[in-house]
């Protein structure tokens, strides 16, 4: 997914943190999933080669807004930790993913593509520059493509420049910016993410492109409200012609994670996500993704995700 989805981010875990964010292991605007465990505190790596987390994702039967035919989207994300280390005031992290996606449709105009790949790698670098407040670089390359189709326009090179840190023990935040190639002629786009204790276990944070309002219920239990989007770009064969497919949707719902338990130094938790899906469309652009050729919009449809969670 491109700036969002995995801008699908997993709601912050539990934290006991004063700064609610662990600036080393900070989630990139596309990848998505928020991880608050601290980094080591020696110069070391943690848990290598190691999966954050692994989701199926269901975007259900969306009817054609000219009313032919519908379609649905299947998303299958794994994330794998390659490192963690700190050293001094310096913290760094790299993450790898996978997201397989089949596009299904039936009706007028199907896509004569079915099956999507998004392979991204996620390296942060982070440096103490007073007090708790950090300077966050980030670089976040990927690949999106049918896997049919090779050109350089399949490679998208990312990255984004934040401050973090705490204003107070209830209130944390990071601000900056992001250079997303995948969104074509507007790739710039300020960052904002921000986590706020409200009180009562009630938290409102935003993070890559998902608002929530949760509710910690025990030491087990997280639940609440959210509204997020799923997207992706991916360069495809359409027609005998190299093009760029960029998806976006909406999605709000309810969404719960529970705890497992711990696993040795693992802790997994069970995430949910249910509700429905809205401002759906399919846009074919050029192949390097300046001109817009084809927009399909499609109704509200339902959505599900579900998978486990890993903190350690």
Request: proline share 4%; aromatic share 14%.
């Amino acid at each position: 997914m491109s700036l969002a989805a995995q801008a699908e981010t997993l709601p912050y875990p539990d934290s006991d943190s004063s700064d609610g964010y662990d600036s080393a292991y900070y989630a990139e605007a596309y990848s998505g999933s928020y991880h608050s465990t601290p980094a080591p505190k020696s110069e070391s790596s943690s848990k290598s080669i190691f999966p954050t987390q692994s989701y199926f994702e269901l975007l259900g039967p969306m009817d054609s807004r000219n009313g032919h035919g519908h379609v649905n989207i299947q998303n299958w994300v794994t994330d794998v930790n390659l490192c963690r280390m700190s050293s001094g005031s310096w913290n760094f992290s790299a993450i790898t993913g996978l997201r397989m996606t089949w596009f299904n449709g039936q009706g007028a105009d199907e896509m004569d593509v079915d099956r999507l790949y998004t392979i991204w790698l996620n390296m942060n670098a982070s440096c103490v520059i007073s007090g708790k407040t950090r300077l966050v670089f980030g670089f976040t390359p990927e690949i999106s493509t049918d896997f049919d189709t090779w050109t350089h326009n399949n490679i998208f090179f990312g990255g984004h420049a934040m401050i973090t840190g705490p204003l107070n023990d209830r209130f944390s935040y990071g601000i900056g910016i992001g250079y997303y190639p995948q969104l074509g002629e507007a790739p710039l786009l300020p960052v904002l993410q921000f986590k706020w204790k409200t009180g009562n276990n009630w938290s409102l944070q935003l993070e890559g492109a998902r608002l929530s309002y949760t509710k910690k219920v025990g030491e087990g239990l997280t639940w609440g409200p959210f509204v997020s989007i799923v997207s992706g770009t991916w360069t495809i064969h359409h027609d005998r012609r190299v093009r760029q497919f960029e998806w976006i949707s909406g999605v709000a719902g309810v969404g719960a994670n529970i705890g497992l338990g711990r696993w040795g130094s693992v802790r997994p938790r069970l995430m949910t996500d249910v509700g429905f899906s809205f401002g759906n469309s399919g846009t074919l652009k050029t192949s390097n993704g300046n001109h817009e050729l084809e927009k399909r919009h499609y109704d509200p449809g339902f959505y599900l995700r579900a998978g486990i969670q890993f903190e350690f």
